[in-house]
């Protein structure tokens, strides 16, 4: 019998990875339905009635579809039982929501196209990397960097006391960026997101996440 709840995508995308992350957390056995998002030889028009957009992940839990990876861990968090994934304070849930929203807006690309996917990934297949490219994102990665520092402070995650959605929308950019010299480098700037990734990166939902 077939699993309740289906994540449609790949184990390498952030996204993918994310709510994977909070699936673990709530301990939701799940299919991971392999959609390559990125290969020409798939066809996804199938998938596109799933989403429209066509990325992934896409979800689903019986009957009820959704896309979107915020809208996918704010659902999974509070329709399944387990430890709560987001503070019960509404300051920090703002935050929460913030440092998605931010990730998602001037994270994602720099840290996880520009420089990740230049440096490691196009070098690694025998492409030719673009500096300039590289070099636009650097200081773009390090705004975002600074402001996550900054919003984070001394509380061991990045909202709360406690790991929520945001550390999980955050540690798979940051597992691409630190693949790269340039990302490796930065984070030795910012201490304390340095000590934040030591801390996400062990706990056992970051290796389920990462798992193929
Ligand atoms: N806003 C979407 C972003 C998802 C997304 O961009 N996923 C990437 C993989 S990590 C993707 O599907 N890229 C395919 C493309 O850009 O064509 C979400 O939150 O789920």
Redesign the pocket.
């Known amino acids: 019998m077939s699993a309740a709840v289906t994540l449609y995508?790949a184990s390498y995308?952030?996204?993918?990875r994310a709510v994977r992350m909070a699936l673990a957390a709530k301990r939701v056995a799940y299919d991971l339905q392999p959609v390559d998002?990125?290969s020409a030889a798939e066809d996804h028009e199938a998938y596109r009635k799933l989403h429209p957009?066509?990325?992934?992940?896409a979800f689903r839990h019986d009957d009820f579809v959704l896309?979107?990876?915020?809208a996918?861990n704010r659902y999974v968090d509070e329709a399944f039982s387990g430890p709560a994934l987001q503070p019960a304070k509404v300051a920090d849930r703002a935050r929460m929501v913030q440092v998605m929203a931010m990730t998602?807006s001037y994270g994602?690309r720099p840290l996880?196209w520009d420089i990740y996917v230049e440096r490691v990934s196009q070098a690694r297949d025998g492409k030719p990397v673009d500096e300039k490219l590289i070099a636009a994102a650097l200081p773009k990665a390090r705004t975002y960097l600074s402001a996550l520092d900054a919003l984070k402070g001394d509380m061991t995650y990045l909202v709360s006391a406690k790991a929520s959605l945001a550390d999980f929308h955050v540690a798979p950019v940051f597992g691409y960026f630190l693949q790269a010299p340039e990302g490796r480098q930065m984070l030795s700037e910012f201490p304390r997101l340095a000590r934040w990734w030591e801390s996400i990166s062990a706990m056992p939902e970051w290796s389920l996440a990462v798992a193929e």
């Open positions: 995508g995308s952030v996204y993918v998002i990125f957009f066509g990325r992934i992940p896309y979107e990876t915020a996918i998602d994602y996880v």
